[in-house]
């Protein structure tokens, strides 16, 4: 026996349905705006909507593995058209690894001597491998680290194509301190390329030595929440800066709440509420400290005083460590930068990405003054790395850049030539490049190989 609904139930569901509908979006629009009206609810219709999205960003990551093309889609980059590296040369090695895919070019008769060390994804023995490797005065790959995680703190790290080694610093020993964007853990190597530890947590971007050597700064936390100051014999945790806490001691300079979403709320004029925060709210990418023997150079900050760069907005500033105060910050000088370092000269350098424009650049601000000077003009050495990157000014004048989006690393000495380039191709293809993490460079007497406590490597 067929039985029909009543056409008020039907009416009721319509209407219950139309109300729901009506309640849902309000809570996605009240929340996103900043809201914290509709609370918890507001927050789960948030995921509810945003459901679409993160299947669709399954699909895609399942397409990857079908095809392939997910081993090394972290580390890649496409290489831009009509490149030229028919001047390029194969790097040699003698540190008994195998690394393809790596072409340098160099004037040795102007390049600045001394020890290199490049940093990034490289296909080593036939596989690809998150790796530091060691670069002799007469430009041999004479030792290579080759970088992992293990479990810890819970965790299970990522494949390693599915991370970059972002971040490292290089002790005179030949150990080295490292992160990943998307690893678990900050670690610490010896010079055999064997663990020493490993501290669990969200470390990313940067690793910077203090003057004393016992001590790095790194970031940490998600869009680096936290400036961690962290001891390099045991990898302890010595000192954590929160934002929030910066922000809380800095009431009277609002430049760290810009991706505060905050609600109009219109009728009740609300006073002491908070908004939500906008995607990647700092992305913290640089954390400096001021070393001693330049510190005489800028009158308004200390030796120790931490440069950090927040690219999601802009902005660059100085913070005193001890009482948290911003010293110093300038916004809008730079567009999504990376790596601002201090100068000798009294000035900043910073690394200008230009995001979304047609080239990057170098440029110099002077803390007292705010003048902005261009460095270095892209447009001049065909250099754009949409994210990333990192700068090195050596004391002759000479400027190593690295292009990681370029898959490039270039020296150019004070008369604007480039005196020493490495490119990281991708063996095997036209178009693509592996990332470089970074280039730096190390006087010659930097590093005494024989003393080092492991001469041969595992």
């Known amino acids: 026996m067929e039985r029909s609904i009543p056409l008020w139930l039907f009416l009721l569901c319509i209407l219950l349905g139309a109300l729901f509908t009506v309640a849902f979006g309000w809570a996605v629009k009240s929340t996103v705006s900043g809201s914290d009206r509709s609370g918890v609810l507001g927050e789960a219709a948030v995921k509810v909507a945003s459901f679409p999205g993160v299947t669709k960003d399954v699909v895609l990551e399942l397409f990857e593995y079908a095809t392939g093309d997910y081993e090394d889609i972290n580390i890649r980059t496409k290489r831009e058209e009509n490149t030229e590296y028919s001047l390029f040369k194969p790097m040699t090695t003698t540190s008994g690894?195998?690394?393809?895919?790596?072409?340098?070019?160099?004037?040795?008769?102007?390049?600045?001597?001394?020890?290199?060390?490049?940093?990034?994804?490289?296909?080593?023995?036939?596989?690809?491998?998150?790796?530091?490797?060691?670069?002799?005065?007469?430009?041999?790959?004479?030792?290579?680290?080759?970088?992992?995680?293990?479990?810890?703190?819970?965790?299970?790290?990522?494949?390693?194509?599915?991370?970059l080694v972002h971040g490292m610093d290089i002790l005179r020993d030949g150990s080295v301190i490292f992160t990943f964007d998307d690893g678990i853990s900050l670690q610490k190597f010896n010079a055999c390329g064997e663990r020493e530890w490993a501290t669990p947590g969200d470390y990313h971007h940067a690793v910077t030595l203090d003057d004393t050597g016992d001590t790095i700064w790194t970031v940490s936390g998600v869009s680096g929440s936290s400036l961690d100051q962290v001891a390099v014999d045991d990898g302890s945790v010595v000192r954590q800066i929160s934002l929030d806490a910066v922000i809380a001691a800095n009431p009277m300079i609002d430049i760290l709440e810009?991706?505060?979403?905050?609600?109009?709320?219109?009728?009740?004029?609300?006073?002491?509420?908070?908004?939500?925060?906008?995607?990647?709210?700092?992305?913290?990418?640089?954390?400096?400290?001021?070393?001693?023997?330049?510190?005489?150079r800028f009158e308004s900050f200390n030796a120790g005083d931490l440069l950090v760069s927040a690219r999601s907005l802009n902005l660059i500033f100085v913070l005193d460590p001890e009482t948290l105060e911003i010293k110093w910050w300038r916004v809008g000088a730079v567009q999504r930068q990376h790596d601002p370092d201090w100068l000798a000269s009294g000035e900043i350098m910073v690394l200008n990405n230009r995001m979304s424009r047609d080239f990057s650049e170098v440029i110099t601000i002077d803390p007292d003054t705010f003048e902005k000077t261009v460095m270095l003009d892209g447009r001049n050495y065909d250099f754009y790395t949409r994210i990333r990157g990192k700068l090195q000014l050596l004391d002759d004048g000479t400027l190593i850049v690295t292009s990681p989006q370029q898959g490039r690393a270039f020296e150019v000495n004070r008369d604007g030539e480039v005196v020493f380039e490495v490119v990281n191709i991708k063996p095997g293809t036209e178009d693509t490049n592996y990332v470089i993490s970074e280039l730096k460079w190390f006087p010659r007497d930097y590093f005494n190989t024989e003393t080092w406590e492991c001469q041969t490597q595992n």
Not at 117 to 128: D, P, S, T
Not at 265 to 285: E, K, Q
């Open 258 to 296: 810009l991706r505060r979403a905050h609600s109009d709320d219109l009728g009740t004029n609300s006073r002491n509420t908070t908004g939500g925060w906008l995607f990647d709210r700092f992305h913290i990418n640089d954390v400096d400290p001021l070393p001693e023997a330049i510190a005489d």
């Open 97 to 163: 690894a195998e690394v393809t895919g790596l072409l340098m070019s160099a004037n040795l008769e102007k390049i600045s001597d001394g020890w290199r060390v490049l940093v990034g994804a490289f296909q080593i023995n036939g596989n690809i491998e998150n790796s530091v490797l060691l670069i002799s005065p007469s430009l041999d790959i004479v030792r290579t680290w080759i970088l992992d995680e293990i479990a810890v703190g819970g965790l299970e790290p990522r494949e390693k194509y599915r991370k």
